[in-house]
Structure formats: C-alpha cells, structure tokens
Nanobody, 124 residues
Framework: QVQLVESGGGLVQAGGSLRLSCAASGRTFSTYTMAWFRQAPGKEREFVAAINWNGGSSYYGDSVKGRFTASRDNAKNTVDLRMNSLKPEDTAVYYC?????????????????WGQGTQVTVSS
C-alpha cells in the first residue's frame, strides 16, 4: 500500500512558477510510475504528467508540455512537479498518483493510489 501526501500549492500570479511535491510512504516507491493529475472546478480530472520508476522517462499532457517538469527522488520517496509560466487556466486541485509498474499510464483508472490534492490558484 502506498500513501501519498502533496504539498506546495498556493496562490501565484500569471507567469510565475510553483513547485509541488508528493511524499510517498513505503519501501517500494521505485517500483511505481508516478503521475500528476488536476481538476478544475466544474471540470473532469485531467492528466498532467507521468514519470517512470527511475525518472528516465516522462510524458506530459498537451496543455502543460514545455512548461511543467516532473522529477523524482527515489532515495527520498518524493516526486515533484515544477510548474513554470503559469496561466490562470492552470488553476486546479493537483493530485499525485501512483501505479505499480513501469508504464507511463495516462488514464485515471490506471492509478490505484491517490493523494488528497493541493490547491493551485493562478491569478491574472
């Protein structure tokens, strides 16, 4: 069982940067693909980024490609999401998720473990 706790959300102006972090429990963190999803008010949860077990491969949603970067530290059991050039439309609750294995899954249903989410608000 993996437990996930996100942190780092907050209020930032458009064009600014923010870094989210997700801390995972358990000794098998390196066996999981980690991902970030987000959900804006009144909208469905959407895929943001996924990173494989050793950080050597990652995949991003079209809306964040080139602006967001995922990274992980298996020694610390953490995965980060660096968000640059933030836009008001990036405003959402951001969720960390874990899926066992090495595939870069992008569907919500592929991820069995979820954090509670952290709010990111980008003002114009």
């Amino acid at each position: 069982q993996v437990q996930l706790v996100e942190s780092g959300g907050g209020l930032v102006q458009a064009g600014g940067s923010l870094r989210l972090s997700c801390a995972a429990s358990g000794r098998t963190f390196s066996t999981y693909t980690m991902a970030w999803f987000r959900q804006a008010p009144g909208k469905e949860r959407e895929f943001v980024a996924a990173i494989n077990w050793n950080g050597g491969s990652s995949y991003y949603g079209d809306s964040v490609k080139g602006r967001f970067t995922a990274s992980r530290d298996n020694a610390k059991n953490t995965v980060d999401l660096r968000m640059n050039s933030l836009k008001p439309e990036d405003t959402a609750v951001y969720y960390c998720a874990a899926a066992y294995g090495s595939t870069l899954w992008i569907r919500i249903s592929d991820y069995a473990h979820w954090g509670q989410g952290t709010q990111v608000t980008v003002s114009s």
